[in-house]
Every structure is written in structure tokens, then in C-alpha cells.
């Protein structure tokens, strides 16, 4: 019989060798670029309707300085480095004037600011990830209430949230034989029901913590290839998750007679959407999941001590076995 250590070698091995072990790598890096790509988009629409917001002060103050209002417009745009928490989008849109940009107001980013604001960086993220739907409208009033109206709030919130809605709604043609399933459990912010007035005395709801899963599915095809073809915030890994999951994937495309095999963990909600979305595919249960579920009988404090018939003590090896066969 194999040591603890011995299996848990043997479950790093087929962990690190099998493409399993690349759906958590490919999920936060596809969730990554969803969050780059939102932070962008939300961040060029916040600087356009900035400005947009000044032309008419702009061209006011044109006037009175005896200058013509058509002289003060728009001119094209210039690209900047800037840097986020989700990464370094390289060449961000700059809207820009056709003369006085040097002395406009900046509020959102100055000029040659390099780094987003800490608070609207991790709002866009969240937003785009589908995890804080509505942090993001009340992150953007607090930040720039006095900036951007409230049309133009709702205009960045559409922004944020469109690379990512793209993604899940691109069409699947071609159908993976295998699908590769998994939830990823996060912690984000949520409503209590409950409100506080802030130090403006505005009126705020209150937000706690609470667990919330990313149902993940990778396809795996026959040459090799793999990708993460849809994921989605769910509150329990349970059937009607599940079910809403596959559901997506069939309105995009996906021939349920086509997928041979869904790999999974012990998830119990899986195999009645299984049943109902895929009924010709059949369940693996995946085996670094299993071999790693083993090495919870397989911890000395947990073995038996006594014999549970007879009370007399058990011998270390004969303890093992029993609780291999438990298992």
C-alpha cells in the first residue's frame, strides 16, 4: 500500500501533468483580460464624456474672451501608458482638444497621470467580472458625482461591462468532445439590505463579504487544444447553476451530442443538468479531485484507534486499510 506521501506525490504529478491543472491558470488569466479589457473601454467612455461635459463651459469662455465657440472642439485623440491592477493596457485613447488642452480641468486622470485610482480600479474590475454589479454606478457617483452626469455614469457603466458580455455571448462552432467543469469559490461584496449615511450624508447601502462560486467550463479538444469557453457567477454549485450554465452554451451554439465526456469533481448538482443538457455525455469524476479527496482518510490523527466491534486497539497498518476500503 502507497505511503501518504507517496500519493500525494502521485496526485502533484497527474496535477501538474494533466490539462486539468491549466483551467484555474486559464480562468484567472481569461478573467484578467476581461477585467484589462472593461477598465479600458469604461475609462476612454469616462474621458469622453468628461470632456464632452466641458465643451460647453469651454466654449463659453471662448466667447468672452472675444475668441470664436467653433475654435474650442474636438481634435482626434493620443494614446498613453497606463497602468491598472489588472495589468498595463499599453495604448489607451486620450480624447483631446484642438487647442488649450494644457489648461482644461482634469479630474478624472490628469494629463499625464500613469496609474489608474485605486478605488475605481478595483470597482471596474469587479464590475466586469459580473461579481459587483452595482458597485460600479455608486463607486463612479462617489468619484465623480460633480464630474459626469448621470447619463454619462450609465454610459461608462455599459462600457465596463460590454468586453466581457461579448465574450459570453460569442458563438461556439466547434463543439469540444470534452468539457472540462469546475467551480471556483470567491469572496465579493453584497448587499445586506440595509443603508448608512456617509460623511456627504448621502445615503449608502451597506455592503458584506459573502462566498460566491465561478462556474468555469474548458473544452478540450482531440489535437490538444483547450480553452475557456464560458464562465458565470453563481450563488451554490448546485442543479439549477449548473443546469443555467449549459443552457448558455447550447443558445450559443454547442451540440450536446457532441460532447462525449464532462470531467468534474464530486459537484452534486452536476449530474441532474447533465441529464437534462447533455443526456449523451458521460461523467468522469476527475482524478486529481478523487486522489486528493483520499488524503482526508489517510491522516494518522483521523485513523481509527480501536477496533469498532471488539474495542481492543488497532494496529497502525491494519487501521490504514480500513480506511482505504472506507474510502
Known amino acids: 500500500m502507497p505511503t501518504i506521501a507517496e500519493l500525494k506525490h502521485q496526485a502533484d504529478r497527474i496535477w501538474f501533468a494533466g490539462v486539468h491543472s491549466d483551467l484555474a491558470d486559464a480562468l ?14 469604461a475609462l476612454e467612455a469616462a474621458l469622453d464624456e468628461e470632456l464632452a461635459s466641458y465643451l460647453p463651459t469651454l466654449r463659453a469662455a471662448a466667447c468672452a474672451a472675444g475668441r470664436s465657440p467653433s475654435t474650442v472642439r474636438r481634435s482626434g485623440s493620443y494614446h498613453r501608458q497606463l497602468l491598472t ?31 489608474m485610482p485605486v478605488v475605481l480600479d478595483q470597482a471596474l474590475y469587479l464590475y466586469t467580472l459580473g461579481l459587483s454589479i452595482r458597485d460600479l454606478p455608486e463607486a463612479l457617483y462617489v468619484l465623480f458625482g460633480r464630474v459626469l452626469s448621470r447619463d454619462a455614469r450609465s454610459t461608462v457603466t455599459l462600457a465596463a461591462q460590454s468586453p466581457m458580455m461579448v465574450w459570453r455571448e460569442r458563438p461556439i462552432t466547434d463543439t469540444p468532445p470534452i468539457l472540462i467543469v469546475d467551480g471556483v469559490w470567491v469572496q465579493v461584496l453584497a448587499p445586506t439590505g440595509q443603508t448608512f449615511l456617509d460623511r456627504s450624508g448621502h445615503e449608502r447601502k ?21 480553452e475557456i469557453l464560458h464562465c458565470q457567477a453563481a450563488p451554490e454549485e448546485d442543479t439549477q447553476s449548473w443546469t443555467a450554465l449549459l443552457a448558455a452554451l447550447k443558445r450559443r451554439g454547442l451540440d450536446p451530442h457532441s460532447v462525449r465526456m464532462v470531467v468534474s469533481d464530486g459537484s452534486s448538482g452536476l449530474p441532474a443538468a447533465l441529464e437534462k443538457e447533455l443526456p449523451t455525455a458521460q461523467q468522469h469524476r476527475c482524478t486529481v479531485h478523487k486522489i486528493r479527496g483520499l488524503e482526508r482518510y489517510f491522516c494518522s490523527r483521523d485513523l481509527l484507534a480501536t477496533d469498532p466491534d471488539t474495542q481492543a486497539p488497532l494496529p497502525f497498518e491494519q487501521a490504514r486499510r480500513t480506511a482505504f476500503r472506507a474510502a
Not at 498595463?88 to 486622470?109: F, H
Not at 451597506?206 to 462560486?213: A, L, N, S, Y
Open 28 to 41: 484567472r488569466e481569461q478573467l484578467r483580460q476581461h477585467a484589462l479589457a472593461g477598465v479600458r473601454a
Open 85 to 115: 491592477s489588472s495589468g498595463v493596457i499599453p495604448d489607451r485613447r486620450i480624447p483631446k482638444l484642438r487647442a488649450g488642452n494644457a489648461e482644461r480641468p482634469w479630474q478624472i486622470l490628469t494629463r499625464y497621470q500613469l496609474t
Open 206 to 226: 451597506d455592503m458584506r463579504g459573502v462566498e460566491q462560486v465561478i462556474l468555469t467550463v474548458m473544452g478540450v479538444w482531440e489535437d490538444g487544444r483547450h
